[in-house]
């Protein structure tokens, strides 16, 4: 394990954290950004390194440890890990070996059978994710008699990344993504992946606007919001925030995917890789 900074009480108005493989935690930073809009925000993409999804788990592994290992060197009061797939492989043992707040993602699986009717659920997500513990226990927990229909979409992070959203290969892959989920009359669908509420309007072309789609964007900013004002952690002032957007990929396409994913223009700095 790294050699973690020791990062102890920050300052309320200390940034926050959060990161991916890719351009899919923008996803998530939208949401933080909406519930929060005073925190400084540090969004790093791994690009270098995407995707996660079919990367040995280890060096999914070594790349969060080397993330959290610069956000901490930023003096972040919390980090976010906006990438269900880092999640699932490093989140217990990040927090184990640091001692500022970290939020993690997971596929919405409990809300989503919440909220189905017939009890049959589809979930997108990748190969890591699937495979991994934390998504066995997830199951485990609450699918309590539910039909989940698992799918995981290779090839499909690479199109966001990319910025092909409605290209014919990334509605090909979808339509194969999501064909055994309409055979099974799923009336539930979970994105178990950050980059996919990018393709939302694509999935519901092909799948209709009658099966509630479930992302938990919204939930990870709740929690956080939770976390900092349990710590008492919330800037106290109401200073405009700023957010600052690194990538250790090549940044020609990256200035143009992540200004058009986050609305705005933007300039995505470089982070080297190792
Ligand atoms: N956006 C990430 C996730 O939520 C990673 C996808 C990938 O890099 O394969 O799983």
Same mark, same amino acid.
């Given at each position: 394990?790294? #050699?973690?900074?020791? %990062? ?38 791994? @690009?270098?390194? &995407?995707?996660?999804?079919? =990367? ?5 592994? /070594? ?5 959290? #290992?610069?956000?901490?060197?930023? =003096? ?7 990438? %269900? ?32 009717? %017939? =009890?049959?659920?589809? /979930?997108? &997500? ?19 008699? &539910? ?11 690479? !199109?966001?990344?990319?910025? !092909? ?6 509605? @090909? ?10 055979? @099974? ?24 606007? #009658? ?64």
């Amino acid at each position: 394990m790294n #050699d973690f900074p020791k %990062n102890t009480q920050q300052p309320n108005d200390a940034p926050i954290g959060i990161f991916d493989s890719g351009v899919g935690g923008i996803s998530v930073l939208k949401a933080i950004h909406a519930m929060l809009p005073n925190e400084h925000l540090i969004y790093v993409a791994d @690009a270098a390194y &995407a995707p996660y999804g079919d =990367k040995v788990p280890g060096d999914i592994l /070594v790349r969060s440890k080397f993330i959290v #290992d610069y956000l901490l060197h930023r =003096k972040v009061k919390a980090i976010v890990i906006a990438c %269900n797939t880092a999640s699932a492989i490093a989140a217990k043992e990040l927090r184990q070996a640091v001692d500022v707040p970290i939020i993690a993602i997971e596929p919405a699986i409990k809300p989503a059978i919440a909220t189905s009717g %017939n =009890k049959v659920i589809g /979930v997108l &997500a990748t190969k890591n994710t699937i495979a991994s513990a934390a998504f066995s226990r997830l199951c485990e927990k609450y699918a309590n008699g &539910a039909k989940l229909i698992v799918q995981s979409c290779p090839g499909l992070v690479e !199109q966001i990344e990319a910025g !092909q959203f409605s290209s014919t290969t990334t509605k @090909a892959l979808l339509r194969e993504y999501l064909a055994p989920i309409m055979a @099974a009359k799923a009336d539930t669908l979970v994105l178990g992946c950050t980059h996919y509420p990018f393709l939302i309007k694509q999935i519901q072309e092909i799948i209709g606007t #009658d099966v509630e789609i479930i992302e938990p964007s919204h939930a990870v900013a709740r929690e956080l919001a939770n976390r900092l004002n349990l710590a008492s952690a919330l800037p106290h002032c109401s200073a405009s925030s700023e957010i600052q957007f690194l990538s250790t990929g090549k940044l020609d396409l990256a200035n143009h995917v992540f200004a058009s994913l986050w609305g705005q223009p933007l300039r995505v700095e470089p982070l080297a890789s190792t």
